[in-house]
């Protein structure tokens, strides 16, 4: 296997006393699903936080294409070709699903009006269409403020923005949680597209069906450490919830 796109290790983050993080440990490889997995509480949700640039972390080693890297912030994950989306979907209520697709990165209208600050909202609108269009998603008023659609609608403008903009690695926290059964396919056929493309993928799901029939490799976080490793192929849904209920000792790899 190729040497990890990026890498985690040791990782500590503590909330007001409390270590969500106690030395955590993860990988992905380019052009793989990594699902990384455990119970609630288990640190997985603030380890995607770190390793996107929302939350700093308390010690540790962040490696990124073999070297240490510091992600202070989103715009430098972003920089770094990644992308997330987030289980809270980090979206702006109040804009249209255009202007959430293209917030950070606005196109300008070509000449002396670009010049002049104006936006091109027809060309976003076009390639926000046609990005909803890959994934299977149709909405009825692509003019609407976010804060109008159905939750299952603003989770498809969150993947459609992460799927739009990745490069390296994307984060998908519960990418199809709010999702009926038909978007959801689209979600899983798209999730697959970007890994064939090369792209890295992480996986952070409670629906174990979707994490065995998606993942390339399962990493099982605990406690705030990570404790198994497997490849998916090689294990079973069982084993894998007996690593993440701590039936299984630290670290038993597969």
Same mark, same amino acid.
């Given at each position: 296997?190729?040497?990890?796109?990026?890498?985690?290790?040791?990782?500590?983050?503590?909330?007001?006393?409390?270590?969500?993080?106690?030395?955590?440990?993860?990988?992905?490889?380019?052009?793989?699903?990594?699902?990384?997995?455990?119970?609630?509480?288990?640190?997985?949700?603030?380890?995607?936080?770190?390793?996107?640039?929302?939350?700093?972390?308390?010690?540790?080693?962040?490696?990124?294409?073999?070297?240490?890297?510091?992600?202070?912030?989103?715009?430098?994950?972003?920089?770094?070709?990644?992308?997330?989306?987030?289980? #809270?979907? +980090?979206?702006?209520?109040?804009?249209?699903?255009? /202007?959430?697709?293209? =917030? %950070?990165?606005? !196109?300008?209208?070509? &000449?002396?009006?670009?010049?002049?600050?104006?936006? #091109?909202? +027809?060309?976003?609108?076009?390639?926000?269409?046609? /990005?909803?269009?890959? =994934? %299977?998603?149709? !909405?009825?008023?692509? &003019?609407?403020?976010?804060?109008?659609?159905?939750?299952?609608?603003?989770?498809?403008?969150?993947?459609?923005?992460? /799927?739009?903009?990745?490069?390296?690695?994307?984060?998908?926290?519960?990418?199809?949680?709010?999702?009926?059964?038909?978007?959801?396919?689209?979600?899983?056929?798209?999730?697959?597209?970007?890994?064939?493309?090369?792209?890295?993928?992480?996986?952070?799901?409670?629906?174990?069906?979707?994490?065995?029939?998606?993942?390339?490799?399962?990493?099982?976080?605990?406690?705030?450490?990570?404790?198994?490793?497997?490849?998916?192929?090689?294990?079973?849904?069982?084993?894998?919830?007996?690593?993440?209920?701590?039936?299984?000792?630290?670290?038993?790899?597969?």
């Amino acid at each position: 296997m190729s040497e990890p796109l990026l890498e985690a290790s040791g990782i500590t983050k503590s909330f007001a006393g409390v270590r969500a993080l106690r030395g955590a440990d993860f990988a992905v490889h380019p052009g793989e699903v990594a699902a990384l997995v455990g119970d609630n509480g288990a640190g997985k949700s603030t380890l995607v936080k770190i390793l996107s640039g929302t939350l700093a972390p308390d010690g540790g080693e962040i490696r990124f294409e073999g070297r240490q890297v510091a992600v202070p912030n989103p715009v430098a994950a972003r920089e770094l070709g990644i992308e997330t989306v987030y289980q #809270d979907l +980090a979206l702006a209520p109040e804009l249209d699903p255009a /202007a959430n697709l293209f =917030l %950070g990165r606005e !196109l300008v209208r070509p &000449g002396l009006l670009g010049k002049l600050g104006f936006l #091109d909202k +027809a060309a976003m609108r076009r390639r926000t269409n046609k /990005a909803f269009a890959d =994934l %299977g998603i149709g !909405l009825q008023d692509t &003019g609407a403020m976010v804060a109008n659609l159905s939750g299952g609608q603003r989770q498809s403008v969150a993947v459609s923005r992460a /799927a739009t903009w990745v490069s390296k690695v994307v984060f998908m926290d519960e990418p199809t949680a709010a999702l009926g059964v038909v978007q959801s396919a689209h979600v899983r056929d798209l999730i697959r597209r970007v890994r064939d493309s090369g792209i890295a993928v992480v996986l952070i799901s409670h629906n174990m069906p979707e994490v065995m029939e998606l993942a390339d490799r399962i990493e099982v976080l605990r406690l705030g450490v990570r404790v198994a490793r497997y490849q998916a192929a090689d294990t079973t849904m069982e084993q894998v919830i007996a690593a993440m209920t701590g039936a299984l000792g630290d670290e038993e790899v597969a």
